[in-house]
């Protein structure tokens, strides 16, 4: 399954983007899907994940601010980002959880102050 991210761009702090995932494939088997992201000169994160079941889980840093979410029957997942803050810039791609090694090409958030 490949997996394209979309959605990012260029918002003001405390605005929202709501980022999409396409996968080629079926998801319906993949237990858990995830957003992760990289900001420059840091090391990739874990976003969030979401399972089968829509069991979810955040980065502390997200918590009440993110909501991911699961379309099976599109293959797509989202993550509806709120109240953004200029640390949360960075690349954000989506996989499988735990990822595999490939990462495709992200989408670009940037907040500014």
């Known amino acids: 399954v490949q997996l394209q991210a979309s959605g990012g761009g260029l918002v003001q702090a405390g605005g929202s983007l709501r980022l999409s995932c396409a996968a080629s494939g079926s998801i319906d088997s993949v237990y858990a899907m995830g957003w992760y992201r990289q900001a420059p000169g840091k090391q990739r994160e874990l976003v969030s994940r979401?399972?089968?079941?829509?069991?979810?889980h955040y980065a502390d840093s997200v918590k009440g601010r993110f909501t991911i979410s699961r379309d099976n029957a599109k293959n797509t997942i989202h993550l509806q980002m709120n109240s953004l803050k200029p640390e949360d810039t960075a690349v954000y791609y989506c996989?499988?959880?735990?990822?595999?090694?490939?990462w495709g090409q992200g989408t670009q958030v940037t907040g500014s102050s």
């Open positions: 979401i399972t089968t079941g829509a069991w979810t």
């Open positions: 996989n499988l959880w735990p990822a595999i090694n490939d």
